[in-house]
Every structure is written in C-alpha cells, then in structure tokens.
C-alpha cells in the first residue's frame, strides 16, 4: 500500500500522519456508525437483561434502578474524560495509544493488556448470555424442546460457531459491520420501548414504594446470587449492574482509523452511546420492576429471576415471542461489535510491536480493508477462554472481569491525562473538559476502586465440599493476581527491553518521512 502525498491528505489522514501512522484501514463509518457501534456493544438488552438478578439479589428495587442511575452517571463522566482525548488523539487502539503518550511505555503497554483482556472477556460472557436464553427461552419455553441434557460441551460447540459467525461478518468488511451494527442500533430502540410497553400491561400494581425501596437479599434470600453482605457492602455489589451493561463504548473510539472526521465525530459516538443507554435502560428498569409480582420470591429465585419474569411478562404472546428473537438478535449484534472493536485493539497493538505474532497481527487485508488475522485471533482466544472457564464453572468471574477490567483500562489513559495535562499534554482536540477536566478524572479513579472491589465481592472463591464432591472454583481475585504476576514477570523478563512503544518525538518525525516517501 503506497502513501499519498501530504497535499493530497484528508484531514483524518493528516491527523494520522502527524502521530506517525499511515492510513490503512477503510475510512467507511459516518457519526452515526461510530455511534451505532458503541450502542450494540452496551446493548441494555444483553447486560440489562443478564445481570438483572445481581441487582435485585443484592438491593432490591433500589439497587436496580437508584444504583442504575448512579452508575450510568459514572459512565458517562468515564466516556466524557475519554472523549476529551479521543478528539485529540483519535487512533485505532484509542486507550493504549493515549496512555503511553499520556503516562509513557509501561502504562502504554499495561493499558493495552489490562483492555485487551476485558474486551476478550465481553465476547464469551455475551455469546453465553445469548446461548443461555436461546436454550432456556426460545428452545425451552417457545418450543418445548427438552434442553435439560444439553451440556457443557453444546454450550461451548454453540458459543464457537456464533463466535465464528461474528468473525465471518467482520472478516468481510467494516461496510457489511456498520450495515450490521446500525440495524441492531434501531432494533434495541425499538425493540426496548414495545418491551417497556408490556412490562407495563403485566404489571399487576404499580408501586413507586417496590421500585425504590433498598431491601438487603445477599446471601440466601437472593438465591445465593451474591454472597451475604451488609447494607453499604450489597448497593456497592448491586452497581456493577450498570457497569456490566454501560461498557465497550471505547468501541468508537476503536474505530477510529475507520471513521470520518474523526476529531469532531468519536466523543460524541461514546457520549451518546453511553447517555440514550442510560435513558432508555432505567424505563426499561423500572417497567421491568413494576412487572415483578413478588420482590422477595423473584429474589429468591437467584439467577432464573429474569428468565422467570421474561417467560411470564412477555412470552406468552405472540409480539413476545418476536421480541424474544429481537433480544437474541440484539445480543448476536452486541457480541458482533465486541469483536470489531477487540480486533482493532489487537491491530493496533501489533502495529507497534506489542503482541506475539506482530507482523501476522497488524496485517490489513487489500480486498476487505479489514485486519483478517486480528479478527480471527479474536474469535480463537474468546472460544479458547470459554472452553477453559465452562468446566471449571468459572464463568461469573470471567463475566464479572469482563466490566471490571475494561473500566480500570479506562481509568488508566485519564489518571495518566490527569498528571500530564498542562505539562506534557500539550495537543488538544475540538472537544475538552476544561475546569472539569480533573475532578472528573479523580471521580473516574475513586469509581474504578469501587468498582475493583465490588468486582471481587461479588466472585469469590468456592472452595470444594466433600459432601457434594464439587470442585473448587476459583474467585476473580485468583484472576487478577494471576494476572498481575503474568504482567510483572512479561515486563520485566522481556518487553521491558523489547517494546518501544507508539512512536512519539523523534520517531514521529522519522516516520513521518517515511510516509512522505511512500511508505507505509
């Protein structure tokens, strides 16, 4: 692929150019694209729906809809600090390139990781959501079939040929996933408010007192969903419930490399993603509350709460039969962005050398416009983690990380802004911040602690009991120190010596000689 010449440079290009990259990917995506995208990977319909029951096992009604609020508050003040530096750095891989020109090459390097695992957590925890209701709701309730025998390894033979399917559609271009990603856009519009509308002609009384009242179900009376805790302890756990849903809007951020005007186009993709989620997601909630005949009794019932309320509130007409197979449209499409988004982090990063396989990794395909094996080495590494975590029957700490890992990513690019901005900072975009600029960044800081520890509340360890013969099962903490080790012992053992990071100074200049010259 040969350069253009600097005069005959868009100005997306030229924004590239001048952070040392050259145009590779098609520029195809539009404002609404770049917010489309965004919107799928939230989806209300896919964490709105699957972690229902944290909410309500742990605060009630209160924890559903006050702890919704609260969250979605939290996001949007994240997208808003990430906004302010995707306009001035709008790259593919967003959050790795920002940390290392923000904080340097280790946090660089670290951020890509730390995203990099939370985004191949969102794959698998999504496709066995939308296996998990296909099996129980559609083929179960809809159908009649018999799906107590399916086991574990028709989840993960399922879950690898959604992944597959999701790849496929990637594979073929960022044109066919925007026609993709817009359809499941409008679809969770509409497919959210006829939902509202009949949770609502299913309500059997409605009552403010039920949707806002806090009543402590940890433990036991939420069906063991969420261990026992005391009253602070149980809303921290019950919001992870908007951050398990309002994530992966980085997404736009992404795609940047694929996206017109991008300076002026990405913030504003996270921003409206992460706002109309939050809008459309606590009428959802509350209509879905007011639908509840018995809090006490739907608590109880742990992890079959929201299957339970599905299959009496809507089932059983015919318009919720077809909203049914909109919602697994929806979560198809959820996981689908995941993908794109995951792979552009994976190209991305190779281009500067930081993945095994780099030279593979970073290829762009002539025909497609798209990073082919980037693609397909997300679709292997979100099979291969849940053939691993299905046996072991690990998969809460693997959706649970999925949220808590992408929301420290987010962290780490705008502590690192928080330090440099006004001393090395010094590009700006279209949009910032201004005076908000720091007390938003110390709210994201102090948000991802709680997050942190609500994340490894909710999963810990279960150790083995002899009288059942099960086995242990291993809690997020074993994840995230596991995880930090690997990272210490990669860095200091290889990449410290081996990784140079974006290019930045002296390299920018150099490569942007290259790129005069023709080549890429």
């Known amino acids: 692929m040969t350069s253009k010449p600097e005069q005959a440079l868009s100005a997306d290009e030229q924004s590239l150019h001048e952070m040392g990259y050259a145009q590779e990917l098609n520029r195809r995506m539009g404002g609404f ?46 997208a808003a600090s990430l906004g302010q530096i995707a306009s001035a750095y709008p790259t593919a891989g967003g959050l790795y390139h920002w940390s290392s020109i923000l904080g340097g090459r280790f946090w660089g390097w670290a951020t890509a990781y730390v995203n990099l695992l939370g985004l191949l957590f969102v794959i698998p925890a999504v496709n066995v ?35 597959a399917a999701q790849a496929l559609l990637n594979h073929f271009g960022i044109r066919l996933t925007t026609i993709v990603t817009d359809f499941s856009g409008y679809l969770i519009l509409g497919a959210t408010v006829v939902l509202i509308v009949m949770f609502a002609i299913a309500t059997p009384s409605f009552s403010a007192g039920k949707v806002f009242s806090f009543v402590n179900y940890t433990g036991e009376a939420g069906g063991s969903v969420t261990p026992r805790s ?16 309002i994530t992966g809007f980085d997404a736009s951020a992404h795609t940047s490399e694929e996206t017109r005007d991008a300076r002026n186009t990405v913030h504003k993709g996270m921003l409206h993603a992460v706002l109309w989620s939050i809008v459309f997601g606590f009428a959802l909630i509350v209509a879905m509350v007011m639908a509840v005949p018995d809090m006490n009794a739907a ?30 449209a929806s979560n198809f499409f959820c996981a689908l962005a995941a993908v794109t988004s995951t792979s552009r982090m994976i190209y991305a990063f190779a281009r500067d050398g930081g993945l095994p396989f780099s030279g593979a990794l970073k290829s762009v395909s002539s025909r497609h416009g798209t990073p082919v094996a980037a693609i397909w080495a997300t679709a292997a590494l979100s099979c291969a983690l849940t053939a691993v975590t299905t046996p072991l029957g690990a998969f ?74 099960s086995s242990f099962v291993p809690g997020l903490g074993y994840y995230s120190a596991g995880f ?19 290019p930045v100074g002296d390299a920018i200049a150099k490569r942007q000689a290259e790129l005069a010259a023709g080549r890429p």
């Not at 029951?53 to 969250?71: C, D, K, R």
């Not at 005391?230 to 849903?245: H, K, Q, R, S």
């Not at 929201?306 to 318009?319: M, R, V």
């Open 33 to 78: 694209q770049n917010f489309a995208i965004s919107f799928s990977v939230i989806c209300i319909l896919s964490g709105g729906f699957g972690s229902f029951p944290i909410a309500l096992s742990s605060g009630g009604g209160f924890s559903l809809t006050i702890g919704w609020l609260v969250g979605g508050a939290f996001a949007l003040v994240v």
């Open 129 to 163: 959501f939308l296996y998990s209701i296909t099996k129980d709701l559609f083929f179960g309730a809809v159908l009649g079939w018999n799906v107590a025998a399916w086991t574990s390894t028709t989840q993960i033979l399922a879950v690898t040929a959604i992944t």
């Open 230 to 245: 005391g009253n602070l302890m149980a809303f921290v756990i019950g919001l992870l419930y908007p951050l398990f849903t």
């Open 299 to 328: 608590a109880a019932s742990g992890w079959a709460s929201f299957n339970n309320l599905f299959t009496a509130a809507i089932l059983p007409s015919a318009i919720g039969k077809a909203l049914l197979i909109a919602v697994i």
């Open 396 to 469: 809460a700490a693997l959706s649970t990380g999925s949220a808590m890992y992408l929301y420290v990513s987010y962290a780490m690019p705008v502590v690192a802004g928080f330090f440099a901005e006004g001393r090395s900072w010094n590009r700006f975009g279209p949009f910032r911040l201004g005076a908000l600029s720091r007390p938003f960044a110390i709210i994201v800081a102090l948000g991802t602690v709680i997050t942190i520890v609500a994340g490894h509340l909710l999963v810990p360890s279960v150790a083995a009991d002899p009288a059942t013969k």
């Open 484 to 502: 930090v080790a690997f990272l210490g012992a990669l860095w200091l053992g290889l990449e410290n010596r081996r990784f140079r990071g974006p």
